[in-house]
């Protein structure tokens, strides 16, 4: 029986993440659960997957927990803060961290597992656009193993097995987001509520708002950039509605190899925990008969400049990564409160990277430092407009 703490267990992969695990009881135990303020939900997991480590970000909300959770189960062990989050994805017995936070917030917790040499299954992209150099190369150091949860960067590591250096291209597939088919002009007066519709996948806020940009496809080139060291040039995307091929892997010799199935994204959640092997899923099953037809295009930047802006960002330099993600977080959480139009995330992104002077990032002060400038300056671009 495997141990897993799960870091951000309140959103949607954290969620689907415990679906996972109370179909496979046998096969997995909670020792770990993180949330930042949704203390409802946590509650009703701690009731049902009796942790021994629970974290809540948010001062006030702990407090409230804490309070709460007290007549329980005196055993659990009630923390909060970043102290917390590293006590959770640092627990000893733990044998797989699920890194789930969104934004930069799970960058030190995750950093944190690795060092301590433990599994990782990373949902947290972030962790890698802005400090891949450092997570890589620190997970090589302390023989830390590092298993993409990502839909796409889950196929690509299946695909690959043990072929990692006859790869000659990276192939990401996108479904296009809920905008695909709109102009230039019509973008610039779609409403949150039509920005949230994806259409294939069931996600979070602001990845989903990600996806409708496109940055989402751009920040995972950079993830894939480092989790399979592959140069920017050799990391492909192409316009797939159907969501069937997740992503594919050419190799020198012109074979291509895909991983296909629903778009659901248990599936990688589980392959992330079962790794190397892999058990019965009670449903998630692909129909061949009914998707009788498969499609493919190359994104048009020109309506969706988000991808473009990221591979130049990974062109550029660590620090343009990191600068880009955090003036993106700024301008998708301006965007969910109503405060800009949704091309005006791109419009804020792109300012805050023409205004950037590339550092050197040698730690995760550097990263910090240049993520605390960038989210000056988008701020500061909304205070002005």
């Known amino acids: 029986m495997k141990n897993i703490s799960i870091l951000g267990s309140t959103g949607s992969i954290g969620c689907q993440t415990l679906d996972v695990i109370r179909n496979n009881r046998d096969e997995f135990n909670v020792c770990a659960l993180t949330a930042n303020s949704n203390i ?128 000659s291209k990276i192939i990401l597939t996108a479904s296009g987001g809920p905008f695909r088919k709109k102009t230039a002009q019509e973008l610039k007066d779609v409403t949150l509520s039509d920005a949230l519709q994806h259409p294939n996948w069931n996600m979070g806020k602001k990845i989903t708002i990600d996806s409708a940009t496109l940055m989402n496809k751009g920040l995972e080139v950079i993830e894939a950039r480092w989790l399979f060291d592959m140069a920017a040039q050799n990391i492909q995307v192409y316009i797939h509605p159907e969501s069937i091929i997740h992503s594919m892997v050419e190799f020198i010799d012109g074979a291509v190899l895909a991983q296909l199935g629903v778009p659901d994204m248990k599936i990688p959640i589980q392959y992330s925990l079962t790794y190397p092997e892999r058990i019965v899923a009670s449903d998630s099953k692909l129909d061949f008969s009914k998707h009788n037809s498969l499609s493919f295009g190359e994104p048009d930047t020109d309506r969706f400049p988000c991808l473009k802006l990221a591979y130049d960002a990974l062109l550029d330099g660590d620090s343009s990564c990191i600068a880009l993600n955090g003036a993106n977080e700024v301008a998708v959480s301006l965007f969910l409160q109503g405060k800009i139009g949704f091309t005006e995330i791109y419009d804020m992104v792109a300012k805050v990277l023409e205004g950037h002077s590339k550092i050197n990032i040698n730690s995760l002060d550097d990263v910090f430092q240049v993520d605390n400038w960038s989210r000056n300056v988008a701020l500061e671009l909304y205070k002005k407009r």
Not at 52 to 79: P, Q, R, T
Not at 139 to 163: L, M, T, Y
């Open 40 to 167: 409802d939900i946590l509650y009703k997991q701690v009731l049902e997957f009796d942790p021994d480590i629970v974290v809540v970000a948010d001062y006030e909300k702990y407090k409230e927990f804490k309070s709460s959770i007290a007549s329980y189960n005196k055993h659990i062990e009630i923390l909060h803060g970043e102290d917390g989050l590293n006590c959770a994805a640092t627990y000893e017995k733990t044998d797989i961290v699920m890194s789930a936070l969104v934004g930069i917030a799970g960058l030190k917790p995750t950093y944190s597992a690795v060092e301590k040499g433990k599994t990782v299954a990373l949902a947290n992209k972030e962790t890698l656009v802005t400090a891949g150099r450092i997570v890589t190369n620190t997970a090589k150091e302390k023989n830390a193993f590092i298993i993409p949860v990502d839909s796409e960067h889950s196929a690509i590591f299946q695909c690959i097995d043990r072929n990692r250096e006859f790869i």
